[in-house]
């Protein structure tokens, strides 16, 4: 299946702030950590305006999960060639994408988040400097525990995953380490507590923070 990105709900507008030029939050973190949880717990927050980047994923849409966009490995292969993607990269037997929209989104001055992975943020880092790494982290055994509740993989799958939980270490000075052992509401939370502007200008993150 292929969707227009134009027309995709990607940005998720809440309250009506903008600042003058949006931020990247790449994160990023063990497979069955909680992104996309924490991602969707994100979106339902009311009380602030970030633009969600919509992944192009070579997974089919049937394995369920999040709502990626699904494109063939040629279509993934072309749109490459032709400079769509901000970030390509490959995973689990899958190609994945971020649309290069994302620059002219933040140029417009929207904060952005995406979904990235830990083996791929270097290239992500010299692609975009600025960009903000967000580290989701919890124990192996929660990781396991959620890997199998989600169930998307089978077993020896999840092993593999299980297999890259601790083969990364970030280091970054700017980095946001989330830990998501608790619910995905506080995970969400101390991200936006975290990504508050240290500046005056912080109109995007007091919106965030309304109540
Ligand atoms: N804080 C949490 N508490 C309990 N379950 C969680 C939490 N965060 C995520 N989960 C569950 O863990 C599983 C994996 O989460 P998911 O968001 O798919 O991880 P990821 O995107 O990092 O692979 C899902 O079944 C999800 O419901
Ligand atoms: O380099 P790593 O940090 O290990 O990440 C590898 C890939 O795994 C995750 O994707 P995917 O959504 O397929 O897996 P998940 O839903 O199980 O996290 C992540 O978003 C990357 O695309």
Known sequence: MFMDPVSTPERTKISGGKS?????FYFMGPSGVGKDTILNTLREIKNGEVFFATRYITRPVTDGGETHIELSKETFQKKRQEGFFAFA???HG???GISARIFSIMDEGWDVIVNGSRGYFPKAEKVFP???PVLVTASEATVLQRLKTRGREPEAEINRRLHRLKNFSID???LIPIENESTPEAAANLFLSKAQRKTSDARLDSCMFEK
């Open 20 to 24: 003058a030029s949006g931020r990247l």
């Open 89 to 91: 990269w490959q995973s």
């Open 94 to 96: 899958f190609f994945y």
């Open 130 to 132: 600025d960009i903000i």
């Open 172 to 174: 970054h000075k700017s």
